[in-house]
């Protein structure tokens, strides 16, 4: 069955254009002109990424995306004409896997998307048939079920953070240039700033480090890249 993408946007032209695309590269299209009605879409199908309109005019993208997210891992791309960092990191802490900002290029957005949902059918490879969980200190992976559990208890990551620490903890102590781990946990060339790693590296620190402003766990090696575990 073709994978289903929900857009939603209250205008017209921007669903139009990306019913288009999206359509002709095989891929099964709902669409919404209110948060409410996405959430409708949302709550009634299976879904497999949100491309999503960050300022919509009843219920807003970042409050639609924690919503989508207490339900789903699968990703979702905030979309916006609204460029700043504050935006951007609201956006990834509630749940956000990419964010794309208007004007952009249709075949663009269609690669990242064609992206992400490959990361979503991903099974892993073959090398975790046999390894079935992966562990750094007090944090284990499950390759199987795709879920991560610190100190005991299941950890929520969205679906992009889940594969940053698990390229990172196949080997620990290992420091990886953002390019070298964003195009390992995406499986392709970095489209745009590999700068967006770093925010997702800020939201997993939230969730694990005791003191985020001063990580042990997720550390960054100046100049490097980052590495997990070595300060342990």
């Not at 007090?138 to 889940?162: I, K």
Request: charged share 25%; glycine share 8%.
């Amino acid at each position: 069955m073709d994978p289903v993408v929900l857009v939603v946007d209250d205008d017209p032209g921007i669903r139009e254009l990306l019913q288009y695309n999206l359509s002709r590269a095989g891929l099964r299209v709902l669409s919404a002109s209110s948060g409410r009605d996405g959430l409708t879409n949302m709550e009634t199908g299976s879904i497999d990424l949100v491309i999503l309109d960050l300022m919509l005019p009843d219920l807003d993208g970042i409050e639609l995306c924690r919503r989508f997210r207490r339900r789903s891992r699968a990703p979702v791309m905030m979309l916006t004409a609204r460029y700043n960092e504050a935006d951007r990191v609201r956006a990834l802490e509630a749940g956000a896997d990419d964010y794309v900002t208007k004007p952009f290029s249709p075949k663009e957005l269609l690669a990242r998307a064609r992206a992400h949902l490959r990361r979503w059918s991903w099974r892993g490879p073959e090398q975790d048939a046999q390894v079935q969980e992966v562990s750094v200190g007090q944090l284990t992976l499950d390759l199987g079920a795709h879920r991560v559990y610190y100190r005991g208890q299941e950890l929520h990551v969205t679906p992009m953070e889940y594969q940053i620490l698990s390229v990172l903890c196949k080997a620990p102590g290992r420091v990886f240039p953002r390019e070298r781990l964003l195009a390992l946990a995406t499986g392709q060339e970095v489209i745009g700033s590999a700068r967006t790693v770093d925010v997702h590296i800020h939201s997993l620190r939230l969730k694990l480090e005791e003191d985020p402003t001063c990580p042990r766990f997720l550390e960054t090696v100046r100049g490097a890249g980052y590495c997990i575990g070595r300060g342990l």
